[in-house]
């Protein structure tokens, strides 16, 4: 599968996320972690959350996967580290909105280079490889917030 379609300077924002991950590693103590498979690709992530008084206070990922799984994974993390867990969420809607390929207006909300995804909107079978870290932020935000 080419990503031809893809603009070329987004296709570079990917593959240096891809091959530069920020935020790469695990967190010790007190972190939540999740992890989430693709099968449909092989994606791996797990994700590894410090959720301080609403705040992300940080958070790392490991994994293997496809570029776009792990590039989504890289971005994610950037936005939303030091983000309140309400913002954090708000941008994983978006995520999975501009997935939907909804023109949706991101308001007050800093994309960092989340947007260079936006053109896996056109190709439906790696939709679920952009959105699996998000997945797994979400799910161990629900997870944080069970009593
Ligand atoms: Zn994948």
């Known amino acids: 599968m080419s990503f031809n379609n893809l603009d070329n300077l987004y296709r570079q924002v990917i593959m240096d996320h891809y091959k ?3 935020n790469h590693g695990s967190l010790s103590n007190g972190a939540l972690t999740l ?12 994700l590894h959350l410090l959720i301080e008084d609403g705040i992300v206070n940080d958070v790392k ?17 950037q936005v939303i580290k030091g983000q309140e867990v ?31 995804l936006q053109g ?10 952009a959105t699996l870290a998000w997945k797994a932020m979400e799910k161990a935000v629900d997870q944080n917030e069970q009593p």
């Open 20 to 22: 530069n991950p920020r």
């Open 120 to 129: 896996v909107a056109k190709f439906p079978a790696r939709i679920k490889c």
């Open 61 to 77: 990922f490991e994994g293997e996967g496809c570029s776009i799984s792990l590039a989504s994974a890289s971005m994610m993390t």
């Open 35 to 46: 992890e989430m498979n693709n099968p449909t690709c092989g994606d791996r992530i797990q």
């Open 86 to 116: 309400e913002t954090a969420l708000k941008l994983s809607q978006y995520f999975s909105d501009m997935m939907l390929g909804k023109d949706v207006d991101p308001a007050d909300l800093e994309l960092g280079d989340i947007e260079a």
